[in-house]
């Protein structure tokens, strides 16, 4: 793997999701926005994850939009993890980025990832959130990153179409909806994800959203592990939960090209 190698691959895939698109691009320098912005427009993917290898092995990373840099980027974390562990001969990377640090490791055919905890803090749910969504959820929360609403029936997840002028009127980046999985489901709980102000309003697969569940549905369903389904368009599986104090994810990906910028 050389400097300005990029790969392009989907991850959180399955047997029922295409999963998210990621691009990861190994360089010299990942501090000069302007370049990142235009390479970011260039591939024009959910997310390019932009590495940079430190002098102690460990890795510099930052994930960009094609309009925003990301915050925490779980699927271009997976994503990164994939490509590294794989082209490098190593069994785990640890990441350095502006809120923290992040290992991914290989799992068998899959790859782990795990995060730092968060903190979900229960609230009432805001008016243009009920507007937005048009139905109450039975549980609503706030975060550092998204917010998160709860409601009882993964139907409702699943036909889900926002109001998102209504969405629009604060200026919250992102909402989880989710609820437990049917009865006879090989998944434990289903979700999408709803980002009202950039343009792509709906996240395919989301790492940091299970980072956010994770501290939900483990102690709710008396499970240690789950499965999730992201029900959108592409769809996005991944199996979460509790480690040594930290979230983990666990997911596939698979690789569609490779190139070289310059």
Same mark, same amino acid.
């Given at each position: 793997?050389?400097?300005?190698?990029?790969?392009?691959?989907?991850?959180?895939?399955?047997?029922?999701?295409?999963?998210?698109?990621? &691009?990861? %691009?190994?360089?010299?320098?990942?501090?000069?926005?302007?370049?990142?912005?235009?390479?970011?427009? /260039?591939?024009?993917?959910?997310?390019?994850?932009?590495?940079?290898?430190r002098?102690?092995?460990?890795?510099?990373?930052? *994930?960009?939009?094609?309009?925003?840099?990301?915050?925490?980027c779980?699927?271009?974390?997976?994503?990164?993890?994939?490509?590294?562990?794989?082209?490098?001969?190593?069994?785990?990377?640890?990441f350095?980025?502006?809120?923290?640090?992040?290992?991914?490791?290989?799992s068998?055919?899959l &790859? @782990?990832?795990?995060?730092?905890?968060?903190?979900?803090?229960?609230?009432?749910?805001?008016?243009?959130?009920?507007?937005?969504?048009?139905?109450?959820?039975?549980?609503?929360?706030?975060?550092?990153?998204?917010?998160?609403?709860?409601?009882? /029936?993964?139907?409702t997840?699943?036909?889900?179409?926002?109001? *998102? @002028?209504?969405?629009?009127?604060?200026?919250?980046?992102?909402?989880?909806?989710?609820?437990?999985?049917?009865?006879?489901s090989?998944? /434990? &709980?289903?979700?999408?994800?709803m980002?009202?102000?950039?343009?792509? %309003?709906?996240?395919?697969?989301?790492?940091?959203?299970?980072?956010?569940?994770? @501290?939900? *549905?483990?102690e709710?369903?008396?499970?240690?592990? %789950?499965?999730?389904?992201?029900?959108?368009?592409?769809?996005?599986?991944?199996?979460?939960?509790?480690?040594?104090?930290?979230?983990? %994810?666990?997911a596939?990906?698979?690789?569609f090209?490779?190139?070289?910028?310059?």
């Open positions: 793997m050389r400097t300005d190698d990029f790969f392009l691959l989907n991850v959180f895939t399955g047997s029922q999701a295409k999963g998210n698109q990621n &691009c990861v %691009l190994l360089l010299d320098d990942i501090t000069d926005d302007a370049r990142l912005f235009e390479l970011a427009a /260039d591939f024009n993917m959910p997310a390019t994850s932009f590495v940079r290898q002098e102690d092995g460990d890795f510099d990373i930052r *994930w960009i939009a094609p309009s925003a840099e990301i915050h925490m779980g699927h271009g974390t997976v994503g990164a993890t994939e490509i590294l562990t794989r082209e490098l001969g190593r069994d785990q990377i640890t350095h980025f502006a809120g923290g640090s992040i290992i991914g490791k290989r068998g055919a &790859c @782990e990832v795990s995060f730092q905890r968060t903190t979900l803090k229960p609230t009432d749910t805001p008016e243009h959130v009920l507007k937005g969504f048009g139905e109450q959820p039975e549980a609503y929360f706030t975060s550092s990153d998204k917010e998160v609403a709860v409601f009882k /029936d993964p139907d997840i699943r036909k889900m179409s926002p109001d *998102w @002028e209504a969405l629009r009127t604060s200026n919250i980046f992102g909402y989880v909806i989710t609820a437990p999985a049917e009865e006879d090989e998944y /434990d &709980c289903v979700s999408r994800v980002l009202p102000h950039i343009s792509f %309003l709906e996240d395919q697969a989301t790492g940091s959203a299970h980072v956010l569940l994770a @501290e939900y *549905w483990p709710r369903l008396s499970k240690t592990e %789950l499965k999730a389904y992201q029900a959108s368009d592409r769809g996005g599986e991944m199996v979460f939960g509790i480690e040594d104090n930290r979230v983990v %994810l666990k596939s990906c698979e690789q090209a490779v190139g070289r910028v310059g």
